[in-house]
Structures are given as structure tokens and as C-alpha cells.
């Protein structure tokens, strides 16, 4: 399906996941289709280790809450200027969590369960800082224990190496927490750098990390600015322009150098061919991998 037919599939208000890692593999295309497609209120379940897809979106103004244990650009930039700005002004809502109930969630979804019975944690603050885990006595063994609920996913968008027609998707490397986020969802999209035959599937089904997304797009460099493994690497030139208009919105409050790098690289362009035109055929063809 075409991006536009797939961003199609969220409207206002809804929790979409986004996956990827940090620097890698984050769907691109479709995140910024979100964003010329004008999509708001958005609750945002990032990755593990979110990267700077998700402090676009919130640039954007796509965003209410997010649940994500970390947003950041290792290497680049410790957190992510517009989550951090976000967050200090109240304007989002932030979920408290780590990795490990970030995941218990996910499991809890995946398995239509309400919630995750859980151990780690007990005698913290976490129940505090999120109060919407809460403790309780197992009825089978009278532990005590924590409900972690579970983290529901209406559309999730991922970005991989490739898939047939038919929504059979394979990595490249690792996916990441891209299968978590997958098995939690109602609805699966995935960008791929190609569509295949599905008979290059059969070749090789063990390599197949997600069966039967709903739909596909074709998004070849759909990863950009960021990495996809195989591929190309990330484009710091780019994420560095980025974050340079990110950055002055979290020190000076003025919203003029990001809302200049939104305009020119995504809401006044048609599609992410004429983003990729934007940002250069030189520069995308000096990331790719040998």
C-alpha cells in the first residue's frame, strides 16, 4: 500500500507503536506522512530505546503521551531536545517505565490480558511515579507483586529489510523489539527497503521475523535520516541539522529554526520522494553500507 494508505489507518487520539532502536530502523516515511497528514493527540509507544522519530512527532505537535523507557541519539544527543522541552513545559504526559515493564506491557497485550504480574520493582517508586501499576497479592502463592498493564497498540508502524505481498517481513540483523511491539498490536504496517517474491520468502522462512503484517509499503531509504541494517548508516549530517533547530526550541523557547526544518523537509513536500530530492542524492548514496 502507498504511505498515505497506511497513515490512514490512525486517526486523533489513537496509540500508535513506533519501532526501530535509537539510531536504526525506525519507519520514516510513514512517521512523517503522520505528520503532513496533520494527526494529533496522538499516545506514542516507542521503542526500548526510542530514538529521534519519536522527538519529531512531538515537535510536530502529533503527541499527548508517550510510553517509551528512553528518547534519545546515543552519540548525538543524551535525550531528545523537543521530548525534553515537551516534557519540562507539561505539555505531554510521560509513562514512568523501564525496559523490563516496558515489555511485561507489550506481553500483556500481546496475550489480551489486562495486565502482567511482575516482581522487579517491588519496594520502589515505581508504583508512585506511575500509578497505573499497582500492587497486589498473588492468589496462588500470596507474593506480593506488581500489575503492569497492558500496553494496547492500535497501529504499529515498523520499518525492515524486506517482505512479500503477503506481509511475511524479515530483518536484516536484528529487529530490535520490533516483534514485541508487532504482537501487541491490532493493526501491523511495515515499510520495507523491497518488496520481494514471496518464493524468496519460502527460501528461507526462519529468517521471517514477523508473519502477516497487514500491510506493506515499499519505502526504499524509509529509515532515513536514521539506519537500516544492511542497507545504509545514519545520515549525522542530517540528524545533526535536525537537532541544531531542535535544540534552540529547548533553549530559547522559540519554535522558528524547528518549525523552518519541519516545513522544508516534510510539510511542504508531497511525499518522501520529494524529501528524499530535498535531502540530496549524493548525500544518500555516501551512507551506504559496503
Known amino acids: 500500500m502507498s504511505p498515505q494508505r497506511a497513515t490512514s489507518q490512525v486517526s486523533d487520539g489513537m496509540v500508535v507503536g513506533i519501532g526501530g532502536f535509537i539510531n536504526s530502523g525506525h519507519p520514516m516515511t510513514l512517521v512523517r506522512q503522520l505528520i503532513r497528514d496533520g494527526r494529533r493527540e496522538l499516545t506514542v509507544v516507542g521503542a526500548a530505546s526510542a530514538g529521534l522519530e519519536i522527538d519529531l512527532l512531538i515537535a510536530a505537535g502529533c503527541v499527548r503521551k508517550v510510553i517509551s523507557p528512553y528518547i534519545g541519539a546515543e552519540g548525538l544527543v543524551g535525550i531528545g531536545p523537543a521530548y525534553r522541552h515537551a516534557a519540562q513545559a507539561g505539555t505531554i504526559e510521560i509513562v514512568e517505565t523501564d525496559e523490563a515493564l516496558y ?3 507489550l506481553r500483556a497485550a500481546a496475550q489480551c490480558l489486562p495486565f502482567n504480574p511482575w516482581s522487579a520493582g517491588l519496594g520502589t517508586s515505581i508504583p508512585t511515579v506511575n500509578p497505573s501499576i499497582t500492587e497486589f497479592n498473588d492468589p496462588i502463592t500470596g507474593r ?7 500496553i494496547d497498540i492500535d497501529v504499529c508502524f515498523l ?3 524486506a517482505s512479500d505481498p503477503y506481509g511475511n517481513v524479515q530483518h536484516h540483523g536484528t529487529s530490535y523489539g ?8 491490532d493493526v501491523v504496517i511495515a515499510s520495507v527497503e523491497s518488496v520481494v517474491p514471496v518464493e524468496s520468502v519460502r527460501a528461507n522462512p526462519a529468517a521471517t521475523t514477523i508473519p502477516g503484517a497487514d500491510g506493506v509499503v515499499r519505502a526504499p531509504f524509509g529509515a532515513h535520516p536514521f539506519s537500516s541494517d544492511g542497507y545504509y548508516v545514519p545520515d ?4 545533526d541539522e535536525y537537532l541544531k533547530a531542535a535544540s534552540e526550541l529547548l533553549r530559547s523557547g522559540t519554535r522558528t529554526p524547528v518549525d523552518a526544518y519541519l516545513d522544508h523537509y516534510v510539510l511542504s513536500t508531497t511525499d518522501d520522494v520529494e524529501y528524499l530530492e530535498r535531502v540530496g542524492l549524493r548525500r ?3 551512507l551506504h553500507e559496503f
Open 103 to 105: 515489555y511485561a506491557g
Open 144 to 150: 506480593r507483586m506488581l500489575a503492569v498493564p497492558a
Open 159 to 161: 520499518h525492515a529489510a
Open 178 to 185: 520490533d516483534t514485541a511491539l508487532a504482537a501487541a498490536a
Open 236 to 239: 549525522r549530517t542530517h540528524i
Open 284 to 286: 544518500l548514496l555516501s
